[in-house]
């Protein structure tokens, strides 16, 4: 079986997206800032924390989503990103964007989170069962039965923190290239360098799985022969 590489898209703003769009209001009424509800937050304000959380929670736990599989931990870690931003509100700077600092939060989490699986074994990053794994050398590598998207996380483990990131952020999730340097804390200029490494770097990884996938279908074959 030949596997494509899946292709990357070049997307534009992800902030003004459906999924996060303050100005997607069905009411009419005039739209509140998250500059202006993060204010509010501040000064006590709960509800305005609340109208943040609906209007960005659904792409956090899309985004944790693509870093890992499991859909319960990425609803908990969303929970835990957003109380650690209202933790940290008076740390916030009401000169940047509220979104970026948020998703900021959010990948931290979920890369301390896969730091903890890891140590664990690297198999149990991609389980869909929150209880630990210990891979069986007798059973056949699972990988042959993972679908697509499960095939491009477990390439993507492969590829570097911080050029996973970028990655993911830029061509997965859609985010423009000045909306992965406000996350990540870097300048422009680095996120393209990084962008151009990590397609580099996921499509040989991709062809090295592909190439490895191949020659295992022809030693079985071989062996049928025999």
């Given at each position: 079986m030949?596997?494509?590489t899946p292709?990357m898209s070049?997307?534009?703003s ?6 996060v769009?303050?100005g997607s ?6 739209v509140v ?10 000064r006590?304000?709960?509800?305005a ?13 899309r985004?944790i989503?693509r870093?890992m599989?499991d859909?319960q ?29 948020l998703?900021r939060?959010?990948v931290?989490l ?14 149990a ?18 990988r042959?039965?993972l679908?697509?998207s499960q095939e491009v996380?477990?390439v993507m ?9 970028v ?5 997965l ?6 909306e ?6 870097r300048?422009?200029?680095t996120?393209?360098w990084?962008?151009a490494e ?7 990884a ?8 191949e020659?295992r ?10």
């Amino acid at each position: 079986m030949t596997v494509k590489t899946p292709q990357m898209s070049e997307s534009d703003s992800v902030f003004n997206s459906s999924d996060v769009d303050p100005g997607s209001n069905q009411t009419g009424l005039p739209v509140v800032s998250d500059a202006r509800l993060v204010d509010e937050a501040r000064r006590g304000d709960t509800d305005a924390f609340g109208q943040l959380v609906l209007r960005y929670e659904r792409r956090v736990v899309r985004v944790i989503r693509r870093f890992m599989p499991d859909d319960q931990m990425a609803q908990d870690l969303t929970q835990e990103a957003f109380l650690r931003a209202f933790e940290r509100l008076e740390q916030f700077d009401p000169s940047r964007r509220f979104g970026p600092w948020l998703f900021r939060i959010a990948v931290n989490l979920t890369y301390d989170h896969l730091r903890r699986v890891k140590r664990r074994g690297k198999w149990a990053l991609f389980s869909e069962s929150a209880q630990e794994r210990t891979p069986d050398p007798a059973t056949a590598d699972p990988r042959l039965h993972l679908d697509l998207s499960q095939e491009v996380q477990m390439v993507m483990a492969d590829v570097p923190e911080a050029y996973r990131t970028v990655l993911i952020l830029r061509d997965l999730e859609g985010f423009s290239t000045s909306e992965v340097a406000a996350v990540t804390e870097r300048s422009e200029a680095t996120i393209r360098w990084r962008l151009a490494e990590a397609r580099r770097m996921f499509r040989e990884a991709w062809e090295r799985r592909e190439r490895s996938f191949e020659d295992r279908q022809t030693d079985e074959s071989s062996a049928d022969e025999r």
